[in-house]
């Protein structure tokens, strides 16, 4: 049976190690690269493994790249410090590797715990990840937002969640959002696209009735309106600094 390697990538997630890597004490081996935390995430990630290496940071892809090539083992479990891997995904994990696969990587669905409850609707879920790959076959490849494995071959999935901890409340999902969609206008830009009245006066409504009607974040509660509300500001805000960027250093045109 293929052993499988996890891998983490951090820089000062202490509040978070912990939790993450004691999810993964069952597998073949841990390897965690740090970016130089100046808190105890090397201390605490020493207390689950040797394989703890330090290099500076290089971007997410390159070193989510680094850390898999530390590894012993071709197929890679690749784990985020805020996430978590259940007992029935561990066990999914092994089933799945039990024999050697013929394909390239597995799509696990991820469920975020956000202001007290798991969100099972809107865009948050099933949240698609390849995180189950070989690294014969895969590796990380940039984007503009988010980072993601590029396999040769056929790609399989999991019915297991993969738990995510993404926001420490609101005030951090604001921040992550302003961040993000600064990325995304930027790339936009680049690559050519323009912000129109429609773009902004269209499509955020439309995006809050996908997540709040089409993908039932009704069900969801009040944390459901508040996921598809900021979901559909995500798009508003997104397009809105696109129109900044192509008028930056222009004279505004009165309406």
């Known amino acids: ?9 951090t820089e000062n997630e202490a509040a978070n190690l912990g939790a993450a890597l004691e999810s993964v004490s069952w597998a073949d081996e841990i390897v965690v690269v740090d970016s130089g935390s100046t808190d105890d995430t090397v201390a605490i990630a020493r207390r689950y493994t040797d394989r703890v290496s330090i290099r500076a940071w290089a971007g997410y892809s390159d070193q989510k790249n680094h850390a898999a090539s530390l590894a012993s083992h ?43 409850r798991w969100i099972r609707t809107t865009d948050w879920y099933p949240d698609y990840q390849l995180r189950l790959y070989d690294r014969r076959v895969g590796r990380w490849v940039t984007r503009p937002v988010h980072e993601s494995v590029t396999v040769d071959g056929t790609v399989a999935r999991l019915a297991s969640d993969l738990e995510h901890h993404p926001y420490r409340g609101i005030a951090d999902h604001l921040a992550t959002i302003d961040r993000y969609t600064t990325l995304a206008a930027a ?31 009704w069900r969801s509660g009040l944390v459901g309106l508040i996921v598809s509300t900021l979901n559909a500001y995500y798009v508003f805000l997104k397009f809105t600094k696109l129109w900044e960027l192509q008028h930056a250093g222009k004279p505004i045109e009165p309406a």
């Open 74 to 116: 071709d197929w890679i479990l690749s784990l985020d410090a805020d996430e978590r891997v259940t007992a029935r995904l561990g066990d999914e994990v092994r089933q799945a590797l039990r024999a050697e696969p013929d394909v390239g990587g597995f799509r696990i669905p991820r469920v975020s715990h956000y202001l007290g």
């Open 187 to 217: 790339h936009l830009h680049a690559s050519g696209a323009r912000a129109r009245v429609h773009h902004l006066a269209v499509h955020p409504g439309l995006a809050f009735l996908r997540n709040y009607v089409l993908r039932m974040g």
């Open 1 to 9: 049976m293929p052993k499988v390697s996890v891998t983490v990538i």
